[in-house]
């Protein structure tokens, strides 16, 4: 059971901090990572993280504005989004996986969340 939070409302230029909270297990062995869907589009990848947190993986559109970390001692998985665009817009999804960052950036995930929404106004 993963549940997102801290979307909002930001202007461009600004950041928020997403927060994915895991329960009902233990996701301390799990990559974890974060999709987005934006209005009329495919889901897209946006950042992994191995179990340990000493990989890391973006897609080219995030890289240098996100930053993904975890703290497994509170089962929980953080976006840091600074920088941010109107192109940011949508709804952000946290997952789950027992596979690596990279099977889990083409799109493979086990668990996912409900979502948080994140606009971007220009």
């Known amino acids: 059971h993963l549940v997102e939070s801290g979307g909002g409302l930001v202007q461009a230029g600004g950041s928020l901090r997403l927060s994915c909270a895991a329960s009902g297990r233990t996701f301390s062995s799990y990559a974890m990572g974060w999709f987005r869907q934006a209005p009329g589009k495919e889901r897209e990848f946006v950042a992994a993280i191995s179990w340990s947190g000493g990989s890391t993986y973006y897609a080219d559109s995030v890289k240098g504005r996100f930053t993904i970390s975890r703290d497994n001692a509170k089962n929980t998985v953080y976006l840091q989004m600074n920088s941010l665009k109107p192109e940011d817009t949508a709804v952000y999804y946290c997952?789950?996986?027992?596979?690596?960052?990279?099977?889990?950036?083409?799109?493979?995930?086990?668990?996912w969340g409900q979502g948080t929404r994140v606009t971007v106004s220009s």
């Open positions: 997952a789950a996986d027992l596979g690596t960052i990279w099977t889990m950036a083409s799109g493979k995930f086990s668990y």
